[in-house]
């Protein structure tokens, strides 16, 4: 570091002395191959948590019972007012519909459905409720073949971040509607599976969302989605309600499918 430091004194004495010190040190690092350590362990902190059996039993009311840590956070949206809570549910729902419709949602819409989440109704019901829907069913019984691609990364997502595993004539048989449906209601329940008192909901999360950002930052909607650190994600679901989280992942997922 020192001899890199008199190397650069010898021909720059006006430049700052930690303005050297710093290129100094990013010299250093090249030449021991840390930046670019650096950067992967930024990029690739966690491992993947064991996924958990996505329960099937309809008489299961487990996914019901709102007990354990990762429903008690979001302190901080909780103790906004009504008025700026429905700022963000109008935002969020214009994204969310644009995202699962591919179209913007009618003002009546829009007003149904704020109305519903300001009387407590989740966000997770209120995509249910559009996907099981009159129009979204029109567009599952049309004749919409997914392309080859969006049958591979169906494929890979699943065996990857639900433990499931799908032959893919299986899959090419499915309407492309069908297919965003159907994943996204699986990730949901593996989401509802994880043990609600650790944070391996959160470092799932974190690997997905910055997987998602590193290959199809390109669909994603905004920088925050496009962050392609795992820290960055875990940090940020770890502070937001859970249903934030089931949001963000539903919203991800439908435009890298409409992406591809």
Do not use: C
């Amino acid at each position: 570091l020192f001899l890199l430091l008199a190397f650069n004194l010898s021909q720059a004495h006006a430049l700052d002395f930690f303005k050297l010190l710093e290129d100094a040190t990013l010299k250093t690092k090249r030449l021991l191959g840390l930046e670019v350590m650096e950067q992967t362990e930024k990029k690739q902190m966690y491992e993947m948590p064991e996924l958990p059996q996505i329960n099937s039993d309809a008489t299961n009311i487990a996914v019901y019972e709102k007990n354990g840590k990762i429903h008690e956070q979001g302190a901080s949206f909780e103790k906004l007012s009504e008025q700026e809570k429905n700022s963000y549910n109008y935002a969020f729902l214009q994204e969310l519909y644009l995202a699962v419709m591919k179209a913007s949602a009618s003002s009546v819409e829009y007003s149904k459905f704020v109305n519903v989440l300001a009387q407590g109704g989740s966000r997770e019901g209120v995509y249910r409720s559009i996907v099981l829907g009159p129009e979204y069913l029109t567009l599952e019984s049309q004749n919409d073949v997914a392309k080859e691609k969006t049958v591979q990364f169906t494929i890979n997502f699943a065996v990857k971040y639900l433990g499931l595993k799908y032959e893919k004539d299986q899959v090419e048989k499915l309407n492309m509607w069908t297919i965003k449906r159907v994943i996204v209601e699986k990730t949901l329940e593996l989401m509802d599976a994880f043990p609600t008192n650790t944070d391996d909901l959160h470092t799932w999360y974190a690997i997905l969302s910055a997987n998602l950002a590193e290959k199809y930052g390109d669909s994603l909607s905004n920088e925050v989605r496009k962050n392609n650190s795992q820290k960055f994600h875990k940090t940020w679901a770890m502070k937001v309600p859970f249903q934030h989280i089931k949001s963000e992942v539903i919203i991800k997922l439908h435009q890298v499918y409409n992406a591809l």
